[in-house]
Nanobody, 121 residues
Framework: VQLQASGGGLVQAGGSLRLSCAASGSIFRLGDVGWYRQVPGKQRELVAHITRSATTNYAESVKGRFTIARDNAKNTVYLQMNNLKPEDTAVYYC????????????????WGQGTEVTVSS
């Protein structure tokens, strides 16, 4: 099972990007998914989180600008980022709880490889 994060890039302040986190492999169910970000020298922080039933929560710093959504049929979670600011510059990672072997098996915690977002002022 793998998570593939994509969609990062260079954008000017005020611009938008949409990140995707696609789970592939032998997946029975994609559970809760979180988007995190990390700047060199700082701790990784949770940016947005979505449960299997699509309940969401956000870091205060991104509320009103970022939207997390999911497509369970595609095992994919998206992070729409609008009105980007230079302080949003970071490597963004997705992490998910994944059931691989059936409804009674435990969830595995899987991390993607990260996608870089750079916001210029």
């Amino acid at each position: 099972v793998q998570l593939q994060a994509s969609g990062g890039g260079l954008v000017q302040a005020g611009g938008s990007l949409r990140l995707s986190c696609a789970a592939s492999g032998s997946i029975f169910r994609l559970g809760d998914v979180g988007w995190y970000r990390q700047v060199p020298g700082k701790q990784r922080e949770l940016v947005a989180h979505i449960t299997r039933s699509a309940t969401t929560n956000y870091a205060e710093s991104v509320k009103g600008r970022f939207t997390i959504a999911r497509d369970n049929a595609k095992n994919t979670v998206y992070l729409q980022m609008n009105n980007l600011k230079p302080e949003d510059t970071a490597v963004y990672y997705c992490a998910a709880d994944v059931q691989v072997a059936g409804p009674t098996t435990p969830y595995l915690d899987i991390w993607g490889q990260g996608t870089e977002v750079t916001v210029s002022s």
